[in-house]
Structures are given as C-alpha cells and as structure tokens.
T-cell receptor
Framework: SAVISQKPSRDICQRGTSLTIQCQVD?????MFWYRQQPGQSLTLIAT?????????ESGFVIDKFPISRPNLTFSTLTVSNMSPEDSSIYLC???????????FGPGTRLTVL | AQKITQTQPGMFVQEKEAVTLDCTYD???????LFWYKQPSSGEMIFLIY??????QNATEGRYSLNFQKARKSANLVISASQLGDSAMYFC????????????FGSGTQLTVLP
C-alpha cells in the first residue's frame, strides 16, 4: 500500500498571503492528485501532477492561483496563492498504485483564511 | 451532467440495524471502478470497498457490501449491524480507466447511528 504524509496538517492564514502544502508518498508514483474540500462539500479535483511535466488543471482552477511542483516520483507541493476566506478548505493529495484498487489519500491539510 | 449522484444528504439508522446508502453513476467508459469512502469529522478519507466494472460478484468487506447493479448504474453501500462509530460522511466515487486516474466524488451522505 501507500503511506502519504502532508504538511502542514492545519494552518490559519491571513488573506493575501500564500501557503505551500507538501505531500510525501512512500512509493514512487506517476500521478499525484490534489483535491479541495470546501466546508460541508464533497471533494473536487484541483489538478493532476505528473512528474516531469506541467500539472493538468481542472476547469475552474488555474496555475497562477494553485501552482504545483512535482520534483520527483514521491513528492509534490501545492501552493494556495493570494488567499481569500473562500480558500478555507481541506486540501488532500491522493495517489493510485498499480495492483491496488484503493486510491490512497493523505491526512489532509485544513486551511483557514481570515 | 453529474457523474456520481448520491440522493440522500442525511440518513439515520438505529444501532445494530442495517442501512443502505444510495449511489448512481454515469459513464460511457466500459472500464471503471466504484469506491466508497468514509470521512469522520477528523477529515481523513477511509477506504471501505471497491467494485470493478468487470467484477461478476458484489464486493464485500466485513460489514460492508456493495450492491452493484450494472444495468441500472447503481452501486449502493450496505452497512450491516451499524455501530455508533459508523456515524460519518460517506462518499461514493468513480474512477474511469486504470489506477493512474483520478476519482470523481458524489455529494456525500451524512450517516448518524442512533443508540
């Protein structure tokens, strides 16, 4: 299976600032997925991070707001830029592993923007 | 169009009773997987059960079973012998294609188990 860690686990930030969330996986994976879960809502895919290429963003999400890095096969970062209270959410990274049906999730980063 | 539909925003069940959480899906991909996750108030996503589109039998994992009706495009989760610890949000999700693809989630069902 895959064990995923995320840092920070939670943060409280001021509007207009940026926060970088780290995701570390204990296995090498091709794709890493970043999801956002706004309060009381379901999970929405922000982007797919593929090592060695630009991330692919879903409709409604742009690179300037959510830049992603993927320097190697076990690590990725998501930055939430120029934050507003509407960015208050849980951010989760996720991976799939060949041979496993389960999609693995990190513990999430709970972000509050004041 | 919604790919995953969960029509029950909230459900109540008596402890030790069984409960069914509904999920319907929409895809034209012949290869897909259906998932159920549990999310307690802590926010972690707990994987419960998986059903592949080509699986002939319904998936079961302990007290969890998936009632897969392919023609109706439904994948309902059945929890038997409910426990107080089962109170949580439950999400149905679908993945089209292989394990390197993303999940699409339904809106979720908040389950409350009553003592």
């Amino acid at each position: 299976s895959a064990v995923i860690s995320q840092k920070p686990s939670r943060d409280i930030c001021q509007r207009g600032t940026s926060l970088t969330i780290q995701c570390q996986v204990d296995s090498q994976v091709t794709m890493m997925f970043w999801y956002r879960q706004q309060p009381g809502q379901s999970l929405t895919l922000i982007a797919t991070a593929n090592q060695g290429s630009e991330a692919t963003y879903e409709s409604g999400f742009v690179i300037d707001k959510f830049p992603i890095s993927r320097p190697n096969l076990t690590f990725s970062t998501l930055t939430v830029s120029n934050m507003s209270p509407e960015d208050s959410s849980i951010y989760l990274c996720s991976v799939g592993l060949a041979g496993y049906n389960e999609q693995f999730f990190g513990p999430g980063t709970r972000l509050t923007v004041l | 169009a919604q790919k995953i539909t969960q029509t029950q925003p909230g459900m109540f069940v008596q402890e030790k009773e069984a409960v069914t959480l509904d999920c319907t899906y929409d895809t034209s991909d012949p290869s897909y997987g259906l998932f159920w996750y549990k999310q307690p108030s802590s926010g972690e996503m707990i994987f419960l059960i998986y059903q592949g589109s080509y699986d002939q039998q319904n998936a079961t994992e302990g007290r969890y079973s998936l009632n897969f009706q392919k023609a109706r495009k439904s994948a309902n989760l059945v929890i038997s012998a409910s426990q107080l610890g089962d109170s949580a949000m439950y999400f149905c999700a679908m993945r089209e294609g292989g394990s390197a693809r993303q999940l699409t989630f339904g809106s979720g069902t908040q389950l409350t188990v009553l003592p």
